[in-house]
């Protein structure tokens, strides 16, 4: 790490865990006490709270989006190149909020945290979260923040899931929503892959039913292959070749099963990296809130007359290489919006990275995405 951050960095954060003693009541019938929410903030609320922003994480994010915890940190927040002063998301102009979502496992309540009523982790006893449970728990944060109304409410991935069901839930409680690399619904395919990646990990001879935790292991294996399955489907093809190609770890054949290819090392290195940071059992409960997630489920499956509800303003952004979440989702979503008769704009972003684009601050997203945070910011006098 170098003696002085980069002049757009955020700087050094401090993530605050806020406690709430109020009963939430969730759509798979049970009930949480009490909870706590990990929460960043970026930047300074002004006056009539009217500049906020919320951040939504994708699956395997968390609260620290952008910045750094330490003058020793070697790697800013997950989202560190839309955020900050002078990025898409400018913190000189906006108040921005992220956070670790309900059932976590970067210390917001979720299976690693103790369960009152036992004294123990909850483990598999922790109920299913779906994506409007989160939303639920992220406007009782709004509350205790004092924001009645975001400016924006902006996610990828699972994260543009939850942007848009902001805008079905609290339609009076958001001026724009931005969903970014998603999808109205998963596809079968999609839902087959979480269903692959949930098999590694309960698998795992050392899973025991969730309770791994009274065990002091960790199904790190399963985790691992969970990981890898996922991250093939966040690239593309061309970038995968681009970046490994066929190219060999040594210069000859082994005729073994060890990782001899590039891609077989480098994929291994991110399962085993994943599974010494992210907990099996939410990896579990996180996948199925992508699988249920489908706002025209309750409307027949007219997608346009679920987002009749919706009052703000859309932003939706697809990855031309993005075979994950392909732009034609993004088109479906756009075209009810439209049949809804909604302010939506669109763009599809020519970028080789496959889902993981919306990681990579490629120069039209970049201005596509500032262009229209500029418009958010004008609206509200930041």
């Not at 004092?146 to 958001?174: F, T």
């Not at 989702?329 to 756009?334: A, G, H, T």
Request: with cysteine; charged share 20%; aromatic share 12%.
């Amino acid at each position: 790490m170098p003696d002085s951050l980069p002049a757009d960095s955020v700087g050094i954060v401090t993530p605050q865990s806020y406690h709430f003693d109020t009963p939430i009541e969730l759509a798979c019938g049970q009930t949480l006490e009490s909870y706590d929410l990990v929460v960043e903030t970026y930047g300074e609320l002004n006056d009539d709270a009217s500049n906020a922003v919320l951040i939504c994480h994708a699956l395997s994010g968390h609260h620290h989006a952008a910045g750094y915890h330490s003058m020793e940190d070697r790697k800013p927040g997950w989202w560190d190149s839309c955020i900050g002063p002078g990025k898409p998301i400018d913190t000189d102009r906006f108040f921005v909020v992220s956070l670790n979502n309900l059932g976590g496992c970067h210390g917001s309540t979720g299976p690693n945290s103790l369960n009152p009523a036992t004294n123990k982790p909850y483990g598999p006893d922790f109920p299913v979260i779906t994506v409007g449970d989160w939303v639920k728990s992220q406007s009782l944060l709004a509350d205790r923040l004092g924001i009645q109304c975001w400016a924006a409410v902006v996610g990828g991935s699972l994260g543009g899931m939850q942007a848009l069901q902001w805008s079905l839930d609290y339609p009076d409680r958001l001026r724009h929503s931005v969903v970014i690399a998603s999808t109205p619904r998963l596809t079968a395919q999609n839902i087959a892959f979480n269903e692959v990646a949930r098999q590694a990990i309960t698998s795992d001879r050392e899973f025991h039913d969730g309770r791994y935790y009274d065990f002091n292991i960790v199904p790190r294996r399963g985790l691992m292959l969970a990981r890898m399955v996922g991250h093939i489907t966040y690239l593309s093809d061309a970038s995968m070749g681009e970046k490994f190609g066929r190219e060999l770890r040594e210069e000859a054949y082994k005729f073994g099963y060890d990782a001899e290819f590039q891609v077989e090392s480098y994929l291994r290195y991110q399962g085993e990296r994943f599974s010494e940071s992210f907990d099996a059992n939410t990896y579990l409960l996180m996948t199925r809130a992508l699988d249920y997630f489908d706002p025209a489920y309750d409307h027949g499956g007219d997608l346009s007359r679920a987002i009749a509800r919706a009052s703000c303003e859309f932003l939706v952004l697809s990855f031309s290489t993005d075979w994950r979440f392909a732009p034609e989702r993004s088109e479906e979503l756009v075209n009810a919006m439209i049949s809804a008769r909604k302010k939506v704009s669109y763009a599809e972003i020519d970028a080789p990275w496959g889902h993981d684009a919306f990681l990579i601050p490629t120069p039209r997203y970049t201005d596509v995405f500032t262009a229209y945070m500029d418009r958010v910011a004008r609206e509200v006098g930041a």
